[in-house]
């Protein structure tokens, strides 16, 4: 009984809400005289970073010594596995046969190839540890921390797949490399054996990138040429009593 009138009741509010004037209901909602008359807005209460206009930060553009010590070490950072493989063919040529020299060749584009298809790992790396250590107020870095755990996981994962590609794929990339079947059995098995025993080392090559890519990030060109003399030497070494 009571839904009828409730039916009258909504009609007749609709039906005045009809005759209203709209430049009354604006009047009523948003009184002219207050935004006209500037005095009546309280700015006081109104904080002073509000007040003020945003201050531009200025960015100081590095100087040309800044840029070239910064330049110059880093290019021995990128020389890493060009001089590697320098101090193999060196050792193989002055320790081992002419076999194992011709094998030497082709086995060493398929790994310095293969290590060009992950090189995106150690770009991306920079990026992210400079970008994250801008933002990272904190004493301890923990963003630029957790960030460098993920990079060195994820190259531990890529290493990982390209270790296996090769151990898998060394054959036909070794006949894509040289062209034909004509190579002598000898050279081809002696570039099989480089290559396998070189995949199997892609893991900590990937993350040893990628930790002197998070140290190019970091602005530390220093610690990277380290390990390179280190890896040099350890490399040297081992191809003397392995090889010879």
């Known amino acids: 009984q009571q839904q009828p009138q409730l039916d009258g009741d909504i009609l007749s509010s609709i039906d005045d809400a009809q005759l209203l004037d709209p430049s009354i209901v ?3 909602v948003f009184p002219t005289s207050s ?4 005095s009546s807005l309280n700015l006081q209460q109104l904080p002073d970073s509000q007040l003020q206009p945003p ?3 200025e960015i ?9 010590n910064f ?12 001089l590697l493989s320098l101090i193999d063919t060196s050792s193989v ?10 094998a030497l060749n082709p086995a060493v584009a398929v790994t310095d190839y293969g290590c060009l298809l992950v090189a995106f790992m150690y770009t991306a790396t920079t990026n992210l540890i400079a970008t994250v250590q801008e933002t990272d107020t904190k004493p301890n870095k923990p963003k630029t921390a957790n960030m460098l755990i993920h990079a060195m996981q994820i190259s531990t994962y890529v290493g990982a797949a390209l270790s296996t590609t090769l151990l898998l794929f060394a054959r036909p990339l070794l006949r894509a490399i040289i062209g034909n079947d004509a190579i002598d059995p000898e050279v081809f098995a002696a570039a099989m054996r480089y290559v396998r025993i070189r995949a199997l080392g892609m893991p900590a090559a990937v993350v040893i990138g990628s930790a002197q890519s998070a140290c190019l990030g970091m ?3 220093r610690s990277p040429l380290y390990v390179l003399f280190a890896a040099a030497v350890v490399n040297f070494f081992g191809d003397v009593l392995f090889v010879g």
């Open 71 to 82: 330049a110059i070490p880093a290019i021995g950072v990128w020389l890493c596995s060009p």
């Open 35 to 38: 935004i006209s008359d500037p």
């Open 60 to 68: 100081s553009a590095p100087t040309l010594r800044q840029i070239l």
């Open 55 to 57: 201050q531009s930060i």
């Open 219 to 221: 602005k530390d060109v």
């Open 26 to 28: 604006v009047e009523q």
């Open 93 to 102: 040529g002055l320790l081992s046969g002419t076999a194992q020299q011709a």
